[in-house]
């Protein structure tokens, strides 16, 4: 009769609940423990090391140190923002909160969280080569672009991922 049957709301309501649920606590997690953890710290180095690769990879000469990435004509620290953290957890909120089997669910987690640590390594190199070659744009990319570019991406992947969920058949 017009409109979206009962067990469809239904479906859509404990979405909506279960996802901002866990993007709360993810985020009082983040906030609260992560970022004052040694793990986090570690994650960061993580980050540097592999990032300085990809640069020396892409013929910049640079130098790992703990967090920071050195180059003979510009440096960038990792620190906290620059871990992609927040973007992936909110990509897993909306994923475990989507009703559709957990192997899927799982699959779909472990697939977008590389993805966007993919896309967060390239930013990093990006950022480094323009403080590098265009160093009046390097705030402006740092601040504005790119974090709404990685929000768009994990939106358009959450999207892309719950369509092709829907496509399936819920809870088939």
Do not use: K
């Not at 540097?48 to 003979?72: E, K, N």
């Amino acid at each position: 009769m017009g409109g979206v049957e009962e067990p469809d709301r239904s479906r859509w309501r404990r979405f909506a609940v279960v996802f901002a649920l866990l993007s709360v606590a993810l985020e009082v997690f983040y906030f609260a423990i992560l970022l004052n953890s040694d793990a986090f710290v570690s994650y960061l180095g993580w980050l540097a090391r592999t990032s300085g690769w990809v640069l020396d990879v892409l013929g910049q000469d640079v130098v790992v140190t703990a967090t920071r990435i050195q180059g003979t004509r510009f440096a960038v620290e990792i620190s906290e923002g620059c871990d992609a953290v927040q973007i992936c957890s909110l990509l897993i909120a909306a994923m475990v909160a989507f009703p559709t089997p957990p192997l899927r669910r799982l699959w779909g987690v472990a697939r977008g969280v590389v993805w966007l640590q993919g896309a967060n390594f390239v930013r990093i190199a990006s950022l480094y080569w323009i403080g590098v070659h265009l160093p009046s744009v390097f705030e402006t990319m740092h601040q504005i672009v790119w974090p709404t570019v990685l929000i768009a991406l994990t939106i358009a992947t959450w999207v892309a991922w719950a369509l092709r969920e829907t496509r399936r058949g819920f809870g088939r």
